[in-house]
């Protein structure tokens, strides 16, 4: 959003609470003995206090404090309640539940039931919650006004790939995700292994994570790149997000899908959360509900190119239409025009 608040006359000042390479660092320890982890989770909860502190004291003199995700201790929110300038908080993912979630080791439990206690207070700051879907949604209007916005996706970035030139060596099953999100891939191993006695030409590529083994399919894996990814999403052919339907799952924000389609892919998609509003069954992708129907989708789209073509086309005109960051920039900064004093105060 902000190249667009700048061209629009808002003037940002923006904390980090952690640097990019301190997140990929800690993907590093997912699977590392808990104390060996409490540096990382000690530095990281000090850079969360010390930047709660900044932002106190930078939002005295400001219009609008907007805050992503952070979900500050307790003092810093003391402090923030105490201040006149309007709080829209943002967040992604249902994590005020830790009910089906299985904690890797006690520290990661400490941090999710943490970060459960501690969103409501947050939200409670808040003139203004932005969440991605209608689960989400209804968890927060207990506390205060919000407004959804799924996405965005910059279309700029993800552009539109004509595939039908492609040589027909290979049909690519492709997933693009994290270490934590790769657990769903394990609820299509069978589907998978059945379409490939079917099709010898199919390919899985996994970007994010290490790819499962399924006997009988060729599987390849990367590690993701922002640098790469727009190249590796134009060498899918269809797009897949397996997930289980719980609470953690309906809180997701269908991102992967939104990557999918703005690159015109066709996608198959387990109809939880907010994928049954981003992909309209039958038109730009298909729900898959079993293990059958996972291998009757994929097999239709990989049978037919023409198909997939055109699945792919609708789905970018849904992308650009409902989803694009050129349409929601606007949403958003009518958000803070909103909640900002002097702005009300106008005629």
Not at 287 to 316: D, F, K, Q, V, Y
Request: charged letters at 25%; glycine letters at 8%; aromatic letters at 10%.
């Amino acid at each position: 959003y902000l190249p667009y608040l700048l061209q629009c006359g808002v003037e940002s000042s923006v904390i980090t609470v952690l640097p990019d390479r301190a997140i990929a660092g800690s993907q590093i320890v997912v699977t590392d003995n808990p104390l060996g982890k409490l540096p990382y989770y000690a530095w990281a909860t000090w850079r969360t206090l010390s930047s709660g502190l900044l932002a106190w004291w930078r939002s005295r003199p400001a219009d609008v404090l907007f805050i992503q995700k952070v979900i500050f201790p307790g003092p810093v929110r003391w402090l923030l309640s105490r201040c006149r300038c309007p709080v829209v908080y943002d967040f992604d993912d249902a994590i005020f539940t830790t009910e089906v979630r299985e904690a890797r080791s006690w520290l990661a439990a400490w941090k999710e039931r943490r970060n459960a206690r501690g969103l409501p207070g947050m939200l409670k700051l808040a003139a203004v919650a932005v969440v991605e879907n209608e689960y989400t949604a209804d968890f927060a209007r207990s506390y205060c006004e919000v407004v959804t916005i799924t996405g965005p996706i910059d279309t700029e970035l993800y552009r539109i790939c004509d595939r039908t030139r492609r040589k027909p060596e290979a049909v690519v099953l492709g997933w693009i995700g994290s270490a934590t999100s790769r657990q769903y891939l394990e609820l299509i191993r069978g589907p998978l292994h059945q379409l490939s006695k079917r099709f010898p030409n199919l390919r899985l590529r996994v970007v994010g994570a290490e790819s499962p083994h399924v006997e009988g399919l060729q599987v390849e894996s990367k590690d993701w790149s922002l640098e790469e990814e727009e190249e590796d999403l134009r060498g899918f052919d269809i797009g897949l997000m397996p997930i289980a339907d719980d609470p953690w799952t309906r809180g997701k924000g269908g991102y992967k899908l939104l990557q999918y389609m703005a690159t015109g892919l066709p996608v198959v998609t387990s109809p939880v959360g907010v994928n049954r509003q981003i992909v309209r069954d039958g038109e730009s992708g298909f729900w898959a509900r079993s293990p059958g129907e996972w291998e009757g989708r994929l097999a239709t789209l990989i049978e037919n190119p023409g198909l997939r073509h055109e699945m792919g086309r609708r789905g970018r005109a849904t992308v650009e239409k409902e989803y694009a960051l050129a349409v929601q920039q606007k949403r958003f900064l009518g958000i803070l025009k909103g909640v900002c004093p002097s702005q009300r105060a106008s005629p």
